[in-house]
């Protein structure tokens, strides 16, 4: 497909689980960016990586968040030990390159994660 | 801090009703800002990109403004209907930094 791609689309955990997102993003985009959306919420932003560079994590809420993109394709958000507040739709972005003109960001359609 | 806030929350219109929805935000400083619609459990749809040094962008029935001195953006849609239903989502990139900074959007709810 020509879009972002999210899977699970759904993924139910109990407390204390660990689960990891993927995020297949359009090909040949540079950038890639996480967000986290709560309910009636607006997305935050969490990580931005450039190929394969992590240049931003600063919205990452806890050490218990990693995210990776090893080969500047693919990248996975992994939760560690999830927590009830931890349960929102996670968001996957890409565009072209990170500045310039062709910097308009493409969604997934992100990934519902509910911990009970 | 930078903030993006949208005005209304929520808004109701009957169809066919040309409608107009708030963006502001409180730093001019911004690279550019784009408006996208989601739909309810669905990611987000871009629908314009106003690039700083612009003033507006149009696509189809939907027009984007861009003041940054007065620090507002509206999106206006002419001539609505059901299918417009959705949230719409402000979300500024400033020039510091990389990502998009979200408005908690506007619900829009067209009645036929």
């Known amino acids: 497909g020509a879009g972002v791609s999210q899977s699970p689309r759904y993924k139910v955990a109990k407390r204390g689980q660990d689960v990891a997102l993927r995020c297949d993003p359009i090909?040949?985009?540079?950038?890639l960016f996480w967000y986290q959306q709560a309910l009636g919420q607006g997305p935050e932003f969490l990580t931005y990586?450039?190929?394969?560079?992590?240049?931003?994590k600063s919205g990452l809420p806890s050490d218990r968040f990693f995210a990776e993109r090893p080969e500047g394709s693919v990248s996975t958000l992994k939760i560690q030990r999830t927590q009830q507040e931890d349960s929102a739709v996670y968001l996957c972005a890409s565009s072209l390159v990170g500045s310039g003109t062709y910097n308009e960001q493409f969604f997934g359609p992100g990934t519902r994660l509910t911990v009970l | 801090k930078q903030e993006v806030t949208q005005i209304p929350a929520a808004l109701s219109v009957p169809e066919g009703e040309n409608l107009v929805l708030n963006c502001s935000f409180t730093?001019?400083?911004?690279?550019?800002l784009q408006w996208f619609r989601q739909d309810p459990g669905k990611g987000l749809t871009s629908l314009l990109l106003?690039?700083?040094?612009?003033r507006e962008q149009t696509s189809g029935r939907l027009n984007a403004s861009l003041d940054k001195s007065s620090g507002r953006s509206t999106l206006y849609i002419a001539a609505s209907q059901p299918g417009d239903s959705a949230t719409y989502l402000c979300?500024?990139?400033?020039?510091?930094?990389?990502?998009?900074?979200f408005g908690k959007g506007t619900s829009l709810l067209v009645t036929p």
């Open positions: 730093d001019s400083a911004i690279y550019n």
């Open positions: 106003i690039q700083s040094s612009q």
């Open positions: 990586f450039q190929n394969e560079a992590q240049l931003d």
């Open positions: 979300a500024v990139k400033w020039d510091s930094g990389y990502a998009l900074n």
């Open positions: 090909s040949g985009h540079v950038s």
